[in-house]
Structures are given as structure tokens and as C-alpha cells.
């Protein structure tokens, strides 16, 4: 039996859109590993969005916001949608993604990026040009132009109007998430490449200055490579197989990150950890989440691919709970799915049978079962 205090605590929040239909799944897949693995922790179910907003007047009431702040780690679904406009600015603000990001400073958002052969046919590149695809993004989600001040819509004495935001960064805020992106090419193939526009701004010239600086005192073992953002949209799609992990600032790792979806075959592939720092226990909290987003125009429907949700939760294993076997046997049995046909709608190639989003969580439960008797018997 776990003692309870061993328990880590993970907080499930669906959200909105599609959010709850995939993170349904990916709960399931969590109970998984807890009831046959024996992995220690305790899923707490809390509500975001419309649906309490219009029950208590707030997107992330109380009860999610305690929920939250006692985990170690958030499972989050998604959020927007066209119903949130019924939602005011100032609520929705206030219990905003964004300012969850900014207030458990969740600063290093990992976005891995793995091409799975068996998509090969219903992605959108060239089966030649996946070959080998398996890198990570590292975006720097607490600062930049997302939050830096001042920032607003302003009318102007001649009538127009002019809107402006501000990009920043300071030198512990790039330092941190470079650390982050050197310590995690250590474990990999060795190689970082760093992502700015150090040809027309400032906080580009800053940025790359200081991951040359943290490198050459701390991390010369690792190479370092740089390119400005626009080359690096091209080469994401050129050859993404040369990229072992990518470091860059909030808008440019928001735009490369759905460009490079491309390269794993499909948005409604790939899953997301947000890393705060590490306190003085050693704990790190931790928000994991499919890169795709609310997709009202299916929502409800069953038909959204669970397997971004899916994945969060091998990431999840990996980082938080400390089970890199059972990451890995997750990510085994989602591989072994794939191969088998499994195919949600936006993963189908022309004529093949389209699963819904319990099917495909079915598929995976299956494959999960089948990938561990095997382990068993070679044990
Ligand atoms: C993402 C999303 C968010 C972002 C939106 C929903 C605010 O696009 O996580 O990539 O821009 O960061
Ligand atoms: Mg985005």
C-alpha cells in the first residue's frame, strides 16, 4: 500500500473545447499506470471556463484554484472558445492561462517534436523529409512580449487608434531557460540551437549574448548553434531531423511550436510540460498540456485526438513522477496504436477508418496492456 504522504498529487482541470473529451482519456490512461504500475499519486478533478463562470462568476473558482496550488502536477485540457465571449475580459483575465503561467512562473515550456513513421501518409511532409524527427522546443513562457509593459490600445489626437505591446527580457529570465535548454540536450543528442532576431532587435542582441556567455562558462561541452527565427521557420520544415533541442523567447516558440507540429504529423499530436523552478524541497510544479487548444468548430463531437493529451501524461511520468519506464512503455503503446491503424480524424489517411476519441483512447489502453505482458515475459 502508498502512504499517503508519498502520494503525488495531480490535479486534472479539462477546461473547454475539446479539452475535457481528450483529457477524459488521458485520465484514464493516469488510472492506468496508478492500478497496474502502482504509480503513487492522487487525481483530484477540478472545473475552468464557461461552465463555472456561469455558475459562480469566475473561470478558475476556488475550489481549482486550491486544487491547483496543492499539486505537484496540472493535467490541463484547453481553453476558448466562441462561448467565452460571454465571459468579460476582466474575469476571463483573471483566471487566464496565461496568468497561471505567470504566477506558478512556469518558465520552460518543453514541446517535443517526434515524427511517428506509421503517420507518414497523412502528414503534410514528405515522408523523407520526417525521417528521423525528434527534437524539443524549449519556449520561454513568462516573459516577452506576452508580458511585458507597457501595453494597450491607445486613440491618437488625429482620431486613429494605436495599439503596441512591448518585447523584453532580462538576463536571469534568458539565463534560466538557456540552463534549461543545455541541461536537457545533456541527456540528448548534445546540440542546442538558439532561436532570435539578434539582426533588428534588442532583446535578440541580449538573448543571444547571454545563452554565449552561459555556454562558454558552463556548458562548452554542449554545441551551440543559432539562427534568426524566419530561417528558422524555413529549416523546421526544410529538415527538421537536424534539430536535437531549440531554445527560444514566448511569441517566437508560440509560432515555431505550431509550424513544427507539421513535422510530427499532426497539432493533435503533441504534448507540452511547463516547468516552474525547483524550491527548496526540490519539488517543481509542473502544468502539462496538448499544444492544440480548444478547437471549438469540433468540440463535443468525439471526434478530437486524445493522443496530445495522451502524451503529456508519458511527459508527466517522466518528469514529475519520476517514472521514466513507464514513460517510456506509454509512449511504446501510443507508437504500438499508430502502427496498428489507430487513426483519429485529423490522423487519417485517405480511406482509413476513423476512430472516435474514446476509440482511440481504447486503442491505447489496449496497446498498453499488450506492451506490458510483453515486458513481463522478457523480464
Ligand atoms: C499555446 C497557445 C497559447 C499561447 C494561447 C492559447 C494563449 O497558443 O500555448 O501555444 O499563445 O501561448
Ligand atoms: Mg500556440
Redesign the pocket.
Known amino acids: 500500500m502508498n502512504d499517503l504522504s508519498n502520494m503525488i498529487k495531480v490535479a486534472v482541470v479539462g477546461g473547454e473545447g475539446i479539452g475535457p473529451e481528450v483529457t477524459t482519456q488521458s485520465q484514464r490512461v493516469l488510472n492506468w499506470f496508478a492500478a497496474k504500475r502502482g504509480v503513487p499519486m492522487t487525481l483530484r478533478e477540478a472545473q475552468y471556463g464557461i461552465i463555472p463562470y456561469l455558475a459562480t462568476g469566475k473561470v478558475l473558482p476556488e475550489d481549482t484554484v486550491e486544487a491547483m496550488e496543492q499539486a505537484d502536477a496540472i493535467l490541463w485540457g484547453a481553453?476558448?472558445g466562441p462561448e467565452t465571449k460571454e465571459v468579460p475580459a476582466a474575469a476571463r483575465k483573471a483566471g487566464s492561462?496565461?496568468s497561471m503561467r505567470s504566477k506558478y512562473d512556469l518558465y520552460a515550456?518543453l514541446r517535443p517534436i517526434v515524427a511517428d513513421p506509421a503517420l507518414a501518409e497523412s502528414a503534410p511532409l514528405k515522408a523523407r523529409i520526417l525521417k528521423d524527427v525528434d527534437f524539443v522546443i524549449i519556449r520561454e513562457?513568462t516573459s516577452g512580449i506576452?508580458f511585458g509593459e507597457p501595453r494597450g490600445i491607445e486613440t491618437l489626437a488625429d482620431g486613429q487608434r494605436r495599439g503596441f505591446n512591448t518585447e523584453q527580457y532580462t538576463t536571469n529570465q534568458i539565463r534560466r531557460v538557456a540552463r534549461a535548454a543545455f541541461e536537457l540536450a545533456r541527456t540528448r543528442k548534445g546540440r542546442v540551437c538558439s532561436v532570435d532576431k539578434a539582426n533588428v532587435l534588442e532583446t535578440s542582441v541580449l538573448w543571444r549574448e547571454e545563452v554565449i556567455a552561459l555556454h562558454a562558462t558552463e556548458f562548452s561541452d554542449v554545441e551551440l548553434s543559432h539562427l534568426y527565427v524566419d530561417n528558422a521557420a524555413m529549416q523546421i520544415v526544410r529538415e527538421p531531423s537536424q534539430f536535437d533541442v531549440m531554445v527560444t523567447g514566448?511569441i517566437f516558440g508560440?509560432i515555431l511550436?505550431?509550424c513544427a507540429a507539421m513535422a510530427s504529423g499532426s497539432l493533435g499530436m503533441l504534448p507540452?510540460a511547463s516547468l516552474g523552478p525547483v524550491d527548496k524541497f526540490g519539488r517543481r510544479k509542473a502544468l502539462y498540456?496538448p499544444?492544440h487548444?480548444s478547437a471549438p468548430d469540433i468540440a463535443g463531437k468525439s471526434i478530437a485526438n486524445p493522443l496530445g493529451s495522451i502524451l503529456s501524461v508519458a511527459m508527466m511520468l517522466r518528469m514529475t513522477l519520476n517514472r521514466p519506464d513507464d514513460a517510456n512503455l506509454l509512449e511504446k503503446a501510443v507508437h504500438a496504436a499508430l502502427a496498428n491503424g489507430a487513426r483519429t480524424a485529423d490522423i487519417a489517411e485517405p480511406g482509413a477508418k476513423k476512430l472516435s476519441t474514446v476509440e482511440m483512447g481504447d486503442a491505447v489502453l489496449n496497446a498498453l496492456e499488450k506492451v506490458a505482458g510483453k515486458e513481463r515475459e522478457h523480464a
Do not use: I, Q, R
Request: net charge negative.
Open positions: 481553453t476558448g492561462l496565461l515550456n513562457l506576452y514566448n508560440d511550436s505550431d507540452s498540456e499544444v487548444g
